[in-house]
Nanobody, 126 residues
Framework: QVQVAESGGGLVQAGDSLRLSCVSS????????MGWFRQAPGKEREFVAA????????RHADSVKGRFTISRDNAKNTTYLQMNSLKPEDTAVYYC???????????????????WGQGTQVTVSS
């Protein structure tokens, strides 16, 4: 069993930056791929970024490429999402998730993720 907990959300202005953190419990953190997803009001939860178990392979949604960066620190059981040049359309609840069936290429399918956090709200004002 893995538990994940996000933090770092908040209210910012367009163009600002935020860094989200996701702390995972358990000693098997390095076996999991990790992902970030987001859900805006009235919309489905969508993929944002993912990173494989070693941190050597990452994927980012086209909508955030060049602005967001996923990373992980296995010594701290923590995954990060650095968000720069934020836009109002980035407003959403951001979720961290762990994929037990980790592969070299991390998945962007939310159905592949086994454990989810409660989410952290990010609001970007124009």
């Amino acid at each position: 069993q893995v538990q994940v907990a996000e933090s770092g959300g908040g209210l910012v202005q367009a163009g600002d930056s935020l860094r989200l953190s996701c702390v995972s419990s358990g000693r098997t953190f390095t076996r999991y791929s990790m992902g970030w997803f987001r859900q805006a009001p009235g919309k489905e939860r969508e993929f944002v970024a993912a990173i494989n178990w070693s941190g050597g392979v990452t994927r980012h949604a086209d909508s955030v490429k060049g602005r967001f960066t996923i990373s992980r620190d296995n010594a701290k059981n923590t995954t990060y999402l650095q968000m720069n040049s934020l836009k109002p359309e980035d407003t959403a609840v951001y979720y961290c998730a762990a994929n037990a069936g980790s592969s070299y290429i991390p998945s962007y399918f939310r159905g592949d993720y086994d454990y989810w956090g409660q989410g952290t709200q990010v609001t970007v004002s124009s």
